[in-house]
Structure formats: structure tokens, C-alpha cells
């Protein structure tokens, strides 16, 4: 299962993805644990009845960015929007305990009492439910783009009306000197990628990681240096946290090419590879960033100087 947090906030308390429930602070709690049980039963069975014969892995892979605090004394909110973010998935599989997060149980049913609901918004996972859902992974997959600073919202009044960020009570927001991309939330932040790594590895048993998106997005064109800085200063961080004894055994640029961004359509483009869409043939053009990028992978280190000469290379030459 892919991003689970965003199937559920953005398609069950949200409406910038399907089925655009919208119902704050209630659906995408429900949908949340349903996922959870969903991943798990098919974890099992597939182990169960399949994995004799074929073997393989089952695991499932989470989107989080690293929430760093504003200040020390902003650290428990930091902390608290992290459980949130990454947590509400992460926890019931990777921790020992299993379960939500036992914050998130604590501020959303109080919330919930006080909103005057006779019964927690989250809903409760059984004993059988939660011994079910731990451990219901053979590595971490980890999404991950970007960092935020949070600090605790004090200007945060009693809101009769459930919302997954009135629950956490934490507000956040970006530096604006860190480098920007197409995306309005996308900073290039590489630091914060290690501090999530290591997060993982520290409050998760050091599980194995997979990286199974990491990239930036540009409006187009084939000259793409800040993709090429971002892919190197976050590889950087993913090295430096392999040295700190992170477990992370893959790594996957988002993306090969241009592709549909959602909501934002053809507008923002993450590719290796430029898409035309004007073309009927939707020609493929290896930007720079594919030239840097397989000489990253072909001699398995990076080069903060190298430049390819991309009018003479082509990405099939062996260069």
C-alpha cells in the first residue's frame, strides 16, 4: 500500500483527491485504521499461502516529512505533529507496542469529549486487531520530500467543528530561504531527511528501509541544476545516516519522468526525463538530471563536480 496518509486525509478529510469525503476529523481516522487492517490481512495471507512457494517481501510505505522544532520549547509539539504525520501509520506496525500512537489516543479523544461525541473520533483497534497489525511488515518504505518547523499553537481556540490539525493543536511553516521548487510545499531541506532516517531507525526497532520516493519538481525545461543539487545534497544526508547505522538498502528518485501530478496536473514536473505533452508520441527527453543521475548509479558515489555534456551524450552510450 502506497501513502496511506494521503489516501486518507486528503481523499476522506480532504477533497483534493478521491472520494473527496471531506468529513474532518472523523473519515480519514476510520479510513486510517480500515487501511491498517486491509495492509495486515493481506500481509498474513500472503505469508500464509503464498510465500512458501514464491517467497518475496510484503511491506508498505509511508509519506512524512521531518517536522523540526522551532525552538526547544516548541520540541513536544515537533514531536506530537511527527506521531501525527508519520505515527498514525508507522506506529501500529513498526513499534513494539503496536497501536495509534498513544498521544493521538490521548488529544483526540479529549478533544472528542469536549466537542460532546460519547465516544472517541479515533477509532479503538482491538487486543487481536493490534497484535495483528504489528509487525505486518518486511521493511519501512518511506516517501519523503520535504521538512516543516512546528511550534505549539497557544492562538489555537476551542473549535466545536472535528479537523485532524485542531486535534494536534500544532502550527508549522516553512524557512523562506530554503530553496523552492514548482511544488508550493516542496523546499529542498537534505537535512531533515537525515533526521527522519535516523528518527526511524531510533523509535522504530532500526527497520530496513527503502526509499521509495525522494524527489523535485521543476515547471520544465532540460537544464535542471536545482533537481541535480537537490538529488545530491539529499543522497548526501542518506549517506550520512547510513553511517550513523540507519538501515536503509534502496533508493528511488521520483521520478524516471513527467508524469500526472494529481491536482496539479502536467504543471509540476518531477521526471529525469521531460514529457512533451504537446507530442503525440509524448516524446521522452533525458534532461540533465538522467545524465547526472546514472553516473551516480554507474559509479555508486557522487561527484559534486561532475558535468555531463549532455550535447554529445546520449543516456544509452555508456556514459
Given amino acids: 500500500m502506497n501513502e496511506p496518509r494521503e489516501i486518507c486525509y486528503q481523499g476522506y478529510g480532504d477533497v483534493t483527491m478521491a472520494p473527496a469525503l471531506n468529513i474532518k476529523g472523523v473519515a480519514e481516522y476510520i479510513c486510517a485504521k480500515n487501511l491498517l487492517l486491509a495492509h495486515a490481512k493481506a500481509y498474513h495471507i500472503y505469508n500464509q499461502e503464498f510465500k512458501p512457494k514464491y517467497g518475496g517481501v510484503i511491506g508498505i510505505t509511508i509519506s512524512s516529512g521531518w517536522i523540526e522544532p522551532e525552538s526547544e520549547e516548541h520540541a513536544e509539539a515537533a ?64 516517501n519523503h ?32 530561504e530554503w530553496p523552492g521548487s514548482a511544488s508550493s510545499w516542496l523546499k529542498s531541506v537534505p537535512w531533515g531527511f537525515y533526521k527522519l532516517l535516523t528518527y526511524i531507525k531510533d523509535f522504530y526497532n532500526d527497520p530496513n528501509i527503502l526509499v521509495t520516493e525522494n524527489g523535485f519538481s521543476t515547471f520544465g525545461g532540460l537544464e535542471d541544476d536545482e ?3 537537490y538529488y545530491r545534497q539529499y543522497l548526501d544526508a542518506l549517506l550520512d545516516a547510513i553511517e550513523d547505522g540507519a538501515n536503509v538498502t534502496a533508493y528511488t528518485a521520483w521520478s524516471l519522468m513527467d508524469n500526472f501530478e494529481w491536482m496539479q496536473g502536467y504543471t509540476e514536473r518531477f521526471g529525469l526525463y521531460e514529457v512533451d505533452y504537446t507530442s503525440p508520441q509524448r516524446t521522452r527527453t533525458p534532461r540533465k538530471s538522467a545524465f547526472v543521475y546514472k553516473e551516480i548509479v554507474r559509479t555508486r558515489s557522487l561527484d559534486h563536480y561532475y558535468e555531463p555534456d549532455t550535447d554529445v551524450m546520449t543516456i544509452e552510450d555508456g556514459h
Fill in 145 to 176: 520530500y520535504t521538512t516543516h518547523i512546528a511550534y505549539k499553537n497557544e492562538s489555537l481556540q476551542f473549535s466545536d467543528k472535528p479537523s485532524f490539525y485542531d486535534d494536534l493543536g500544532v502550527a508549522s511553516y516553512q524557512l523562506g
Fill in 79 to 142: 514531536n506530537e505533529a511527527i506521531l501525527f504525520e508519520l505515527g498514525i501509520y508507522a506506529h501500529p506496525i513498526f513499534s513494539t507496542a503496536g497501536d495509534f500512537p498513544p498521544i493521538m489516543k490521548q488529544k483526540i479523544s479529549a478533544k472528542s469529549a469536549a466537542q460532546g461525541f460519547y465516544r472517541s473520533r479515533l477509532p479503538e483497534f482491538t487486543k487481536d486487531e493490534i497484535e495483528m497489525v504489528r509487525g505486518s511488515s518486511d521493511f519501512f518504505g518511506l
Fill in 227 to 229: 533537481r541535480i543539487t
